[in-house]
């Protein structure tokens, strides 16, 4: 199993866009069910959820039209 380190490493490498990744779950979100705006910034910011930064949820609603 790899180290925390490790994995962190690995990730670095990859550079995901956030942003990104953070619209596709706004959009994935949308599609089971209807969220306010700020609604969905907390499922998107939630430890329980996808865990966003603010500023990658706030991004996200701007695109989906929230």
């Not at 990730?11 to 990104?20: E, F, G, H, I, M």
């Not at 779950?25 to 969905?40: I, K, N, T, V, W």
Request: hydrophobic share 40%.
């Amino acid at each position: 199993m790899p180290t925390q380190a490790q994995a962190e490493f690995a990730v670095r490498q990859l550079r995901p866009d956030w942003k990104a990744e953070a619209v596709e779950s706004a959009e994935s979100y949308l599609d089971f069910g209807g969220f306010s705006r700020q609604g969905l910034i907390e499922q998107l910011t939630s430890d329980a959820g996808d865990g966003y930064t603010q500023a990658q949820a706030e991004f996200a609603v701007d695109q989906v039209g929230l």
